[in-house]
């Protein structure tokens, strides 16, 4: 059985674990954190090491998501789905994706017809336009695609969580991405979320890194936006410490959503007065950048 991309963790108490399940995309995404060298190795696990790898997962598993790459590359990937469900059949199972392949419709009602149980789509879009988000997947007709991926399974009924990874090619497009994910009709969780400097984004990082201190402003003012939305969706902010925006808008921050060793904190968090709620700081971004921009809440 081949392994070693699984991670097991826990969130609010409860046993989660987050599984790649393919390193092939059908985006180029100059932010990803997959290594595209790993990926040209391993592209695909069988679906008899997938079933060994579900197997093994810890029965008491609450939460499953499985992440790539895309997903959506495979050809057996209901069969994962349909699978996990009958292992886990009160887990809850969430996959991230970037939504092309739900624009055909032959696609989008195999999964409608899967009953797949308790399920939730992560699509993620990186800009207002398509200038912005083909730009960052590097694949011209993607934001097209993924929009129309979104609505066909909205009108399916699907649970879709919109995530936007924020990096320097899109963070001054803050309040604008913003305004435009929060008028997405159907959508009612939206994830906002700094982006982790592994894999495809350290390679590109001159293109990818954007310190807090630069995105502030732009930050606070998106937030601004998006709290005006709060009483009809949920909006949350990952991996933004509490001292990188204004205190009005830290009721959108997120705690700890990832294993502890992916973040850290400098010796000046100890201080602070919301060290034991605060996110922390990606490991990836303090290799890069250092603790210099953070700055103890009394």
């Known amino acids: 059985m081949i392994d070693g991309q699984t991670v097991n963790y826990e969130q609010n108490g409860k046993k989660c674990i987050t599984r790649i399940i393919c ?6 995404c100059v932010s990803c954190v997959t290594n595209y060298d790993k990926a040209d190795k391993e592209m ?15 029965p008491e598993t609450k939460t499953i998501d499985y992440n790539g790459g895309e997903p959506t590359m495979r050809k057996d990937l209901l069969k994962i789905l349909q699978y996990t469900r009958m292992k886990f059949p009160g887990a809850h199972i969430q996959l991230l994706t970037n939504g092309r392949m739900f624009s055909y419709n032959k696609y989008a009602d195999m999964f409608a017809n899967a009953n797949l149980g308790s ?23 993607s934001f097209k695609q993924t929009m129309k991926g979104i609505r066909n399974m909205l009108d399916r009924g699907f649970d879709i969580e919109v995530r936007v990874i924020i990096t320097k090619m899109n963070y001054k497009h803050f ?12 959508i009612n969780r939206i994830v906002f979320i700094a982006a982790k400097i592994i894999g495809e984004a350290y390679r590109n990082r001159d293109a990818v890194l954007v310190g807090f201190d630069e995105m502030r402003d732009y930050v606070n003012r998106a937030s601004e936006i998006l709290i005006g939305h709060k009483g009809e969706k949920e909006i949350r902010l990952f991996h933004f410490p509490f001292c990188t925006i204004d205190s009005k808008y830290w009721d959108m921050i997120e705690g700890v959503t990832v294993p502890e060793v992916d973040i850290t904190f400098g010796p ?9 709620t605060c996110p922390g700081i990606w490991a990836s971004y303090a290799d890069l950048r250092g603790f210099g921009e953070f700055r103890p809440i009394s």
Do not use: M, W
């Open 268 to 276: 000046e968090c100890e201080k602070c007065s919301k060290r034991t």
């Open 23 to 28: 390193f092939a995309c059908n985006n180029n």
């Open 175 to 186: 309040p604008e991405i913003a305004q435009f994910v929060c008028g997405i009709p159907g």
């Open 44 to 58: 695909f696990l069988s679906f008899e090491d997938i079933k060994d790898i579900i197997d093994d997962f810890d």
């Open 119 to 141: 399920f939730r789509l992560f699509i993620t879009i990186y800009g207002p336009n398509e200038r912005v988000h083909d730009g960052i997947t590097r694949t011209p007709g």
